[in-house]
């Protein structure tokens, strides 16, 4: 069983995508084992974004995460990592299939609602930035009509 993360930028709350983006990640399977509403703050994006640092984007990308609020969520099943990002889309909304979150939602390459881990390992170390004190462990009535 995979845990990952899921934000929903500041995009996404702005166009009232919150529940219709969450929605779609329940109806495939996967459960919220974890779930906050925050302001990201500058050290929380240079944390989250550290690998990006040195890239021209940066500025602009932290800018745009804090500028209002977003949503963390922690979304857990089988291959939780692949599940959650094949639903994103390809990165760019112009790219991004339709049926996809950001195939559906997104037509610009800067505003792209929303952000996952790319491997299990990232998913790890984001998910101890969003949820420093852990996940939720439960099990819903469903989980044996979704798990193998």
Not at 27 to 43: H, T
Not at 53 to 62: A, H, I, S, T
Request: charged share 25%; hydrophobic share 40%.
């Amino acid at each position: 069983m995979e845990t990952t993360l899921l934000l929903l930028k500041p995009d996404a709350l702005h166009r009232g995508f919150a529940g219709r983006i969450l929605s779609r990640f329940e109806d495939k399977g996967l459960q919220i084992v974890g779930l906050r509403m925050l302001q990201m703050d500058a050290e929380l994006a240079a944390q989250h974004y550290a690998d990006h640092v040195d890239k021209p984007f940066y500025k602009g990308l932290v800018a745009f995460m804090t500028s209002s609020p977003i949503v963390a969520a922690a979304l857990q099943g089988p291959d939780a990592v692949e599940i959650v990002r094949k639903i994103m889309g390809a990165t760019f909304g112009p790219d991004a299939e339709s049926g996809s979150i950001r195939g559906d939602f997104s037509c610009t390459k800067t505003y792209n609602l929303v952000h996952g881990s790319d491997s299990p390992e990232s998913a790890e170390r984001e998910l101890a930035l969003f949820f420093p004190d852990g996940n939720l462990d439960w099990e819903p009535t469903q989980g044996r009509w979704t798990r193998e």
